[in-house]
Each structure stands twice: as C-alpha cells, then as structure tokens.
C-alpha cells in the first residue's frame, strides 16, 4: 500500500460547485499532513496545512480523522481560479521529508 | 525577497550521460531537499541536505548524489542517465527541521 492515497479524478465541475477530495495514509505515526496546490508545470505550493481539529481557510476546509486514517479538503463556491492539482502531503518516517500521494487534477469550467 | 531558485529550467540529455542540476535556497533558509516528479505522479522524495551533510535519503539508487556548500546551495548530480530519470527535478528550502518547505520553479530533465 503507497503511504498516501488519493482519489484518482479527474473532477470536472461548474463554477459555484462544492468539491471534495479525500485521501488515506498508511503511517499512523505521521503528525503532519498537508494540501499543495500544483498549477500546470509550475512548482507545488502549500494551500493548507491539515490539523486533528481540522481548519478552515475561506472557501477551503480541510479534515483529518486519524483512525481512520483519512484526510479530506473541500472547496466550496468553486471558481475558475481553482483548476489545478490537489496533492495531498504527509511526513515520512523519520518527519524529515514530505510523501506526496499522486495528485488529484480539478477542472472548473463556466 | 529572492524565492528558492534554480538552474538550468529545461535540459535535455541522452542515455549514458551525467547531469548537474543547481538549487539556491530561499533567504534564511538552511535546508535543501531534492524530489523527483515523474508526469502524472507526485514529487518522490530523493534526500535532503543540512549543514553540508546528506541527512536524509529517499528510495533512490546511488546514481543520485548531491553536495550542500557553504552558501546553503545545493547541487544533484545524476550519473548513468536512463531514460526513466526523465522528469521535473524539484528543490525545496526550509529551516532547520520544520517541515514547512517551500519550492523552486523546478529542472525539467528529459533524457533521449
């Protein structure tokens, strides 16, 4: 099992729509966890870090729910803006260096 | 307040051949770790480097080297190209042991 597992996509919404993306991990002993974003060959970039209590950033909520080992980011009033991947990040062993699961590609279209 | 940067931005190499690729770490910022991202994949972590040292290691065979200076800089250094190192070789900068990371625009390798 890869240690970060991602929806596979892609998702193609309208504008306005609510999406979610979920993701499983398999080490129970990561602390961290993270949302990148990842434009169309550009560099990933951190949208959101991922905490127990789950948070909150504007249009985005992210969850993590440690026994069952998931984690989760909805986008709510979806816009065009947002296309993109979703790369949902953990922390290996030694919470040294991020494990990237493969990514989930949005498509929001007008 | 200069990002992560690095050089060269396209490269292209035939099998057989040795690579080098440059990454200078944002201001401040001490720690430098190299991915891999393969299309279609995620970033793979290859190793990360502090204080000059190699600190941490990905799944990645010893063809893959890197050195940190003194500056903080760092370099890859693939030997042996085979046409599965094709990808986009992405370097990340951050503090000491936090796991904030932050991403250069990335290398994008492609090996014939």
């Known amino acids: 099992r890869k240690e970060v597992e991602q929806d596979p996509g892609p998702f193609n919404v309208p504008e306005g729509a609510t999406v979610a993306f979920n993701c499983t991990y398999s080490?129970?002993?990561?602390?961290?966890f993270f949302w990148y974003r990842q434009d169309c060959r550009k560099e990933p970039k951190l949208l959101m870090s991922v905490y127990s209590s789950g948070n909150e950033d504007g249009r985005f909520t992210a969850q993590l729910n440690r026994a069952s080992q998931y984690i989760s980011l909805l986008i709510r009033d979806s816009k065009l803006s947002d296309s993109a991947t979703y790369l949902c990040v953990g922390l290996n062993q030694a919470g040294t260096a991020l494990i990237f699961g493969k990514g989930t590609t949005l498509s929001v279209s007008s | 307040d200069a990002g992560v940067t690095q050089s060269p931005t396209h490269l292209i190499k035939t099998r057989g051949q040795q690579v080098t690729l440059r990454c200078s770490p944002k201001?401040?910022?001490?720690?430098v770790s190299w991915y891999q991202q393969a299309l279609g994949q995620g970033p793979q972590f290859i190793f990360q480097?502090?204080?000059?040292?190699?600190?941490q290691r990905g799944n990645f065979p010893d063809r893959f080297s890197g050195h940190q200076f003194p500056n903080y800089s760092s370099e890859l250094n693939v030997n042996a190209l085979l046409l599965g190192d094709s990808a986009l070789y992405l370097c990340?900068?951050?503090?000491?042991?936090?796991?904030?990371?932050?991403f250069g625009p990335g290398t994008r390798l492609t090996v014939l």
């Open positions: 480097y502090y204080e000059e040292e190699e600190r």
């Open positions: 201001s401040g910022h001490d720690t």
């Open positions: 080490n129970s002993a990561s602390q961290s």
């Open positions: 990340a900068s951050s503090i000491g042991t936090s796991v904030e990371q932050f």
